[in-house]
């Protein structure tokens, strides 16, 4: 009887759990649910511990502004990681800077158990740090972003394979090809292999969605990319006539006329811009000043 009590305890204990992990209560790792749910006791402590030692990391966090005083009120106004938890600021490059490793690895810590696939590129500078810990931990996460990505991937690709008209489908695999492709864990030939499963997929997407401009804009971004200039200006043409004022067909046409060495037409491009009055973001205005 003691015995079903008691497994009956762990269980509304291991429910209550999962409720709080998924309803983000609990900050803990989420390799810790599983190993509640299975390890009586011993699993729970080890889930309570956990829970502990993140909290306790984002206490260390907010002391970060202890330090302001001495690296000076600018370079501590960039937050680096704002995510669920609007409390949460670790400005961890400025933290590197104080050459405080205790206070580097916390806010560390609270990266990973955020979103770090939004700080690849902070990752990377991690890894070049003199702090062999910190070096692991951005390291691994490098790995398990980069794994991640693969895998989901590779789970839309089998699904276009079996359903090659699904625009929806076809959609999250434009969507999770462009971010690895964009977030800086690639480059050379794996870049560029992952640049042909994106045209792929964006040539079965644009005839199927033709009102939807923006994936005719991408995929002409990648083709250029890829040296792929074949029919590109009869499509940026057609884009023109049909988008006289969008800002988006110039910047793909100087960007296209720069790729094929064409400066004089990148000229001509910028001067029917003036002329007609294309309006652009504040995006968009810093990157005519450069052309201009």
Not at 122 to 138: G, R
């Amino acid at each position: 009887m003691a015995v079903i009590i008691f497994f009956a305890l762990h269980t509304v204990f291991s429910i209550c759990m999962a409720v709080l992990k998924l309803t983000h209560r609990l900050k803990s790792r989420n390799m810790t649910l599983p190993t509640a749910c299975l390890l009586p006791v011993c699993g729970m402590i080890t889930a309570l511990v956990d829970e502990w030692q993140v909290r306790h990391g984002c206490l260390g966090v907010r002391k970060v502004d202890d330090y302001t005083q001495l690296q000076g009120d600018e370079a501590w106004h960039r937050e680096i990681v704002g995510t669920y938890d609007d409390a949460l600021t670790v400005p961890l490059e400025e933290a590197m800077t104080v050459n405080d490793s205790h206070v580097s690895r916390k806010l560390m810590m609270k990266l990973l158990h955020t979103s770090p696939e939004n700080y690849v590129e902070l990752l990377k500078k991690v890894t070049t740090s003199d702090d062999v810990e910190l070096t692991h931990y951005a390291t691994t996460a490098m790995m398990e972003i980069q794994s991640d990505y693969e895998r989901k991937i590779g789970e839309l690709l089998d699904r276009v394979e079996r359903t090659p008209d699904d625009v929806s489908v076809l959609m999250q695999c434009t969507s999770r090809l462009k971010a690895y492709i964009d977030s800086g864990l690639i480059s050379d030939t794996i870049l560029m292999q992952y640049r042909l499963r994106l045209d792929e997929i964006l040539s079965a997407l644009c005839p199927l969605v033709p009102d939807a401009v923006r994936f005719e804009y991408e995929c002409i971004e990648n083709r250029i990319m890829l040296e792929k200039y074949e029919g590109i200006d009869k499509r940026l043409a057609a884009l023109e006539r049909k988008y006289p004022e969008d800002g988006r067909v110039y910047m793909l046409y100087v960007q296209y006329y720069y790729s094929t060495h064409s400066g004089g037409k990148i000229e001509d491009t910028l001067r029917r811009m003036k002329e007609r009055g294309v309006y652009l973001d504040s995006a968009g205005k810093e990157w005519l000043q450069v052309w201009t």
